[in-house]
């Protein structure tokens, strides 16, 4: 894979602006910490993390509740939703990341087909999920840690999480379990690092 290939799949899959700027500043945060721990010491491979981050939300539209995808189809061209429509009848019932691992699966790209699939929301505390490698890691953290275009704290990210997708606040034991994982992820991320997660600028 190469940047070429990655800019043709966000363009033939009329990826929305809003989820690029997105992918982009998620991209950017995760590249920032890797090529601080590679000057640690750190393997770690740039290339296919920078990929995976543009891409992660490649598949995103499938997450779109009915009145929300309707709403975007408001706006869009005759093309995209031809492209968006067939994207969600191909994937119906996956979400984003199980679509976006089978895809790149498929193709052979089996590292950025892990990083997407385990940067869902539940999966560092999924045993069968867990992000493994630093790579892995990384995108999740990064994911974690942009909300829309915007860097903030994965406690500011939290909180809007629950506004916007838990409104009820159902299930409560999960959500504490997945922020007490993320937390301890990004400890263990930037005690190897000389700044804090607030020094991230992507």
């Not at 010491?41 to 779109?64: N, P, V």
């Not at 093309?79 to 996956?94: Q, V």
């Not at 994911?143 to 500011?156: A, E, G, N, P």
Request: some cysteine.
């Amino acid at each position: 894979m190469d940047i070429s290939f990655v800019l043709e799949l966000i363009k033939k899959y009329k990826m929305p602006e809003n989820i690029v700027r997105h992918c982009k500043k998620v991209s950017n945060v995760a590249c920032e910490i890797a090529i601080l721990l590679q000057r640690k010491g750190m393997s770690i491979d740039i290339e296919s993390l920078k990929y995976a981050g543009l891409l992660h939300d490649l598949m995103r539209i499938l997450d779109f509740k009915e009145e929300e995808y309707l709403e975007l189809c408001k706006t869009g061209s005759k093309e995209e939703i031809m492209i968006w429509d067939g994207m969600r009848a191909k994937y119906i019932g996956k979400k984003h990341t199980e679509a976006g691992y089978e895809f790149f699966h498929e193709i052979g790209e089996e590292k950025i087909a892990l990083m997407i699939r385990k940067h869902c929301y539940g999966a560092i505390v999924n045993p069968s999920m867990q992000p493994f490698t630093i790579e892995e890691k990384l995108l999740l953290y990064a994911d974690k840690r942009v909300l829309h275009d915007k860097i903030v704290s994965l406690t500011q990210r939290f909180e809007d999480g629950i506004k916007r997708h838990n409104p009820n606040k159902e299930n409560l034991d999960l959500e504490m379990a997945i922020r007490k994982a993320s937390y301890s992820l990004e400890k263990e991320i930037f005690d190897q690092l000389d700044i804090n997660p607030e020094d991230i600028k992507g």
